[in-house]
C-alpha cells in the first residue's frame, strides 16, 4: 500500500497555470502506474494523465498539449503542471496508485478500479 498525499490546488484565472504535486510513500517495484484523475460535481471521475514505471506518459486528449505529468523518483513525488487552464478544468484532482501491475499489463490506464490507493484530492477551480 502507498500513501498519497497532494497539494498545490487553487484557483486561477482562465490561461493561468498551476503545479499540482503528490507526496508518494511506500512505493516500490516495477510495472506501476501513477496517475492524475479528477472529478467535477455530477460527472464521473476521469483519467487526466498517467506515468508508468519505465517512463512511458499518457494523456487524456482535453489535457494533451497543456498538461505535463512528471516524477521525481529520488522524492517519491509526483507532479502534474498545468498550463493554459480552463473553465472546464475545474474538479478535485486526485492522484492514485496502482501497484498491482494490472492496469500496466492491461494498458488500461484511466481504469480507476485498478488504482487501489488514492489521496484526499486538491481542488483546482479555473474562472473565466
Known amino acids: 500500500q502507498v500513501q498519497l498525499v497532494e497539494s498545490g490546488g487553487g484557483s486561477v484565472q482562465s490561461g493561468g497555470s498551476l503545479r499540482l504535486t503528490c507526496a508518494a510513500s511506500g512505493y516500490t517495484g516495477s510495472n506501476y502506474c501513477m496517475g492524475w484523475f479528477r472529478q467535477a460535481p455530477g460527472k464521473e471521475r476521469e483519467g487526466v494523465a498517467v506515468i508508468l514505471s519505465d517512463g512511458r506518459t499518457y494523456y487524456a486528449d482535453s489535457v494533451k498539449g497543456r498538461f505535463t505529468i512528471s516524477q521525481d523518483n529520488a522524492k517519491n513525488t509526483l507532479y502534474l503542471q498545468m498550463n493554459s487552464l480552463k473553465p472546464e478544468d475545474t474538479a478535485m484532482h486526485y492522484c492514485?496508485?496502482?501497484?498491482?501491475?494490472?492496469?500496466?499489463?492491461?494498458?488500461?490506464?484511466?481504469?480507476?478500479?485498478?488504482?487501489?490507493?488514492w489521496g484526499q484530492g486538491t481542488q483546482v477551480t479555473v474562472s473565466s
Open positions: 492514485a496508485a496502482d501497484l498491482s501491475g494490472r492496469a500496466y499489463l492491461w494498458r488500461a490506464y484511466y481504469y480507476t478500479p485498478y488504482y487501489n490507493d
